[in-house]
C-alpha cells in the first residue's frame, strides 16, 4: 500500500484533494487485503469530519499558529515542501479526530 505520510507522500500530492485521495487509495488497495476495511473506515471518519469545509479553509485551519505546519515553516523559512514528522501530524489530531476502530 502506498504511504499516506512523509516525503513520498508529500511529493507526490500537492494541488490534490481529499476525494483524489480517496480515489487514489481505492484504486491502490487490494480488495482482499484485510486492512482496506479498516482504511476505508479511517477515510470515510476524515470525510465526516472534514468533508463539508472548502480547500482554503481546510489550509487555513492546518497552516493557522501553533500548528505542525506552522512549527515546521518557522524552522524552514523560504524553503519548500518540507516534510512535517508523522509525529507532529498525529499529536495535533489526536485529540481532534474520534477513534477509529480496527
Request: aromatic share 12%.
Amino acid at each position: 500500500m502506498p504511504p499516506l505520510s512523509g516525503a513520498q507522500f508529500l511529493a507526490n500530492w500537492n494541488g490534490l484533494t481529499v476525494g483524489d485521495l480517496f480515489e487514489r487509495i481505492r484504486k491502490s488497495m487490494p480488495a482482499n487485503d484485510p486492512d482496506t476495511a479498516y482504511s476505508d473506515r479511517i477515510l470515510r471518519r476524515i470525510l465526516e469530519q472534514y468533508g463539508g469545509y472548502f480547500a482554503v479553509q481546510l489550509s487555513m485551519m492546518t497552516h493557522a499558529d501553533d500548528t505542525p505546519w506552522a512549527h515546521v515553516w518557522s524552522e524552514n523559512q523560504g524553503k519548500r515542501y518540507i516534510s512535517i514528522p508523522d509525529d507532529e501530524i498525529e499529536a495535533w489530531f489526536k485529540p481532534v479526530l474520534k477513534p477509529v476502530v480496527a
